[in-house]
Protein backbone atom coordinates (compact mmCIF):
# COMPACT_ATOMS: atom_id res chain seq x y z
CA UNK A 1 0.00 0.00 0.00
CA UNK A 2 2.97 2.32 0.75
CA UNK A 3 4.22 1.42 -2.95
CA UNK A 4 1.41 2.48 -4.39
CA UNK A 5 0.98 5.72 -2.41
CA UNK A 6 4.51 6.98 -3.29
CA UNK A 7 4.28 6.27 -6.82
CA UNK A 8 1.20 8.26 -6.90
CA UNK A 9 2.65 11.40 -5.13
CA UNK A 10 5.25 11.76 -7.55
CA UNK A 11 5.84 14.34 -9.78
CA UNK A 12 4.77 13.72 -13.51
CA UNK A 13 6.68 14.35 -16.16
CA UNK A 14 6.48 17.17 -18.08
CA UNK A 15 4.55 16.28 -21.28
CA UNK A 16 6.63 15.44 -24.81
CA UNK A 17 9.51 13.12 -25.96
CA UNK A 18 12.16 12.46 -23.97
CA UNK A 19 15.43 13.90 -24.36
CA UNK A 20 19.07 13.62 -23.37
CA UNK A 21 20.28 16.64 -21.35
CA UNK A 22 23.94 17.91 -21.77
CA UNK A 23 25.57 20.42 -19.71
CA UNK A 24 24.57 24.39 -20.07
CA UNK A 25 21.61 26.50 -19.07
CA UNK A 26 18.41 26.70 -20.53
CA UNK A 27 19.21 29.19 -23.11
CA UNK A 28 22.95 27.97 -24.02
CA UNK A 29 22.61 24.07 -24.48
CA UNK A 30 26.52 23.72 -24.09
CA UNK A 31 28.66 20.81 -25.71
CA UNK A 32 28.71 17.77 -22.48
CA UNK A 33 26.94 15.63 -20.88
CA UNK A 34 24.82 16.65 -17.94
CA UNK A 35 26.26 17.29 -14.79
CA UNK A 36 24.41 14.62 -12.22
CA UNK A 37 22.79 16.38 -9.38
CA UNK A 38 22.12 15.78 -5.65
CA UNK A 39 19.17 13.97 -6.41
CA UNK A 40 18.55 12.57 -3.00
CA UNK A 41 16.04 14.72 -1.47
CA UNK A 42 13.79 14.03 -4.60
CA UNK A 43 14.39 10.41 -4.39
CA UNK A 44 13.87 10.17 -0.29
CA UNK A 45 10.63 7.63 -0.39
CA UNK A 46 12.89 5.06 -2.35
CA UNK A 47 14.80 4.11 1.03
CA UNK A 48 10.75 3.61 1.97
CA UNK A 49 10.48 1.47 -1.01
CA UNK A 50 13.99 -0.52 -0.27
CA UNK A 51 12.55 -1.17 3.50
CA UNK A 52 9.02 -2.61 2.54
CA UNK A 53 11.18 -4.85 -0.32
CA UNK A 54 13.53 -5.55 2.46
CA UNK A 55 10.65 -6.65 4.78
CA UNK A 56 8.97 -8.59 2.03
CA UNK A 57 11.88 -10.59 1.66
CA UNK A 58 12.50 -11.07 5.51
CA UNK A 59 8.65 -12.44 5.32
CA UNK A 60 9.48 -14.60 2.43
CA UNK A 61 12.00 -16.23 3.80
CA UNK A 62 10.55 -16.48 7.49
CA UNK A 63 7.27 -18.32 5.24
CA UNK A 64 9.89 -20.47 3.64
CA UNK A 65 11.51 -21.60 6.60
CA UNK A 66 7.86 -22.47 8.36
CA UNK A 67 6.87 -24.25 4.87
CA UNK A 68 10.13 -26.52 4.99
CA UNK A 69 9.83 -27.31 8.73
CA UNK A 70 5.69 -27.82 8.03
CA UNK A 71 7.21 -30.00 5.52
CA UNK A 72 9.62 -32.12 7.49
CA UNK A 73 6.89 -31.90 10.16
CA UNK A 74 4.35 -33.88 7.91
CA UNK A 75 7.18 -36.27 6.41
CA UNK A 76 8.44 -37.05 9.76
CA UNK A 77 4.64 -37.78 10.74
CA UNK A 78 4.13 -40.09 7.71
CA UNK A 79 7.39 -41.94 8.32
CA UNK A 80 5.69 -42.21 11.95
CA UNK A 81 2.53 -43.60 10.17
CA UNK A 82 3.72 -46.00 7.65
CA UNK A 83 6.08 -47.86 10.45
CA UNK A 84 2.70 -48.02 12.37
CA UNK A 85 1.12 -49.21 9.65
CA UNK A 86 3.66 -51.48 8.65
CA UNK A 87 3.74 -52.75 12.64
CA UNK A 88 0.02 -53.20 12.57
CA UNK A 89 -0.36 -54.81 9.41
CA UNK A 90 2.27 -57.39 10.59
CA UNK A 91 0.94 -57.71 13.96
CA UNK A 92 -2.84 -58.28 12.36
CA UNK A 93 -1.28 -60.65 9.32
CA UNK A 94 0.36 -62.88 12.33
CA UNK A 95 -3.12 -63.26 13.75
CA UNK A 96 -5.11 -64.11 10.94
CA UNK A 97 -2.57 -66.93 10.50
CA UNK A 98 -2.88 -68.09 13.69
CA UNK A 99 -6.43 -68.02 13.74
CA UNK A 100 -6.75 -69.90 10.26
CA UNK A 101 -4.66 -72.24 11.85
CA UNK A 102 -6.92 -72.39 14.99
CA UNK A 103 -10.10 -72.31 12.48
CA UNK A 104 -8.02 -75.76 10.76
CA UNK A 105 -7.17 -77.13 13.47
CA UNK A 106 -10.67 -76.86 15.24
CA UNK A 107 -11.96 -77.75 12.02
CA UNK A 108 -10.30 -80.87 12.15
CA UNK A 109 -11.60 -81.49 15.78
CA UNK A 110 -15.15 -81.29 14.68
CA UNK A 111 -14.56 -83.85 11.85
CA UNK A 112 -13.06 -86.15 14.09
CA UNK A 113 -15.85 -85.30 16.99
CA UNK A 114 -19.00 -85.80 14.37
CA UNK A 115 -17.34 -89.49 13.57
CA UNK A 116 -16.70 -90.45 17.38
CA UNK A 117 -20.36 -89.25 17.63
CA UNK A 118 -21.43 -91.52 15.04
CA UNK A 119 -19.62 -94.98 15.90
CA UNK A 120 -20.66 -94.21 19.42
CA UNK A 121 -24.44 -93.00 18.29
CA UNK A 122 -24.18 -96.78 16.62
CA UNK A 123 -22.61 -98.57 19.99
CA UNK A 124 -25.79 -97.48 21.50
CA UNK A 125 -28.22 -98.49 18.90
CA UNK A 126 -26.79 -101.81 18.77
CA UNK A 127 -26.62 -101.58 22.72
CA UNK A 128 -30.46 -100.55 22.65
CA UNK A 129 -31.24 -103.41 20.19
CA UNK A 130 -30.09 -106.14 22.39
CA UNK A 131 -31.47 -104.52 25.83
CA UNK A 132 -34.43 -104.61 23.69
CA UNK A 133 -33.95 -108.52 23.02
CA UNK A 134 -32.83 -109.14 26.63
CA UNK A 135 -35.74 -107.41 27.97
CA UNK A 136 -38.07 -109.59 25.47
CA UNK A 137 -35.92 -112.28 27.01
CA UNK A 138 -36.94 -111.45 30.43
CA UNK A 139 -40.84 -110.69 29.51
CA UNK A 140 -40.70 -114.24 28.20
CA UNK A 141 -39.47 -115.72 30.49
CA UNK A 142 -41.50 -113.54 33.62
CA UNK A 143 -44.33 -114.06 31.93
CA UNK A 144 -43.90 -117.92 31.44
CA UNK A 145 -42.18 -118.66 34.83
CA UNK A 146 -45.62 -119.06 36.40
CA UNK A 147 -46.78 -121.66 34.12
CA UNK A 148 -44.01 -123.38 33.91
CA UNK A 149 -43.14 -123.59 37.92
CA UNK A 150 -46.90 -124.88 37.80
CA UNK A 151 -46.27 -127.35 35.49
CA UNK A 152 -42.83 -128.76 36.91
CA UNK A 153 -44.26 -129.03 40.61
CA UNK A 154 -47.42 -130.87 38.82
CA UNK A 155 -44.58 -132.92 37.04
CA UNK A 156 -42.75 -133.57 40.78
CA UNK A 157 -46.24 -134.67 42.14
CA UNK A 158 -46.70 -137.01 39.29
CA UNK A 159 -43.29 -138.40 39.48
CA UNK A 160 -43.72 -138.98 43.35
CA UNK A 161 -46.98 -140.71 43.01
CA UNK A 162 -45.60 -142.42 40.20
CA UNK A 163 -42.99 -144.10 42.52
CA UNK A 164 -45.25 -143.89 45.18
CA UNK A 165 -46.98 -146.57 43.43
CA UNK A 166 -44.68 -148.82 42.27
CA UNK A 167 -43.50 -151.94 43.86
CA UNK A 168 -40.31 -151.36 46.12
CA UNK A 169 -39.36 -154.26 44.59
CA UNK A 170 -38.29 -152.43 41.55
CA UNK A 171 -36.87 -149.62 43.76
CA UNK A 172 -33.37 -149.06 44.39
CA UNK A 173 -32.03 -148.77 47.60
Known amino acids: KQVYAMIQQREEPPPGAA ?54 DGQSAYENFMIDSNRAITTYSEKLANMK ?47 RQAARTAERARQRSTRSSRPRAFCRA
Not at 21 to 47: I, L
Not at 57 to 63: G, M, Q, V
Open 19 to 72: HTQTSGTHTDPGNGPAAFKDNAAKHAGGSRVVGLIQEVIADSKKTEDEAIRSEQ
Open 101 to 147: GSLAQSNEDHALAKKDHKATMTHLSELNDESGNLHKSCDFIKDTFDA
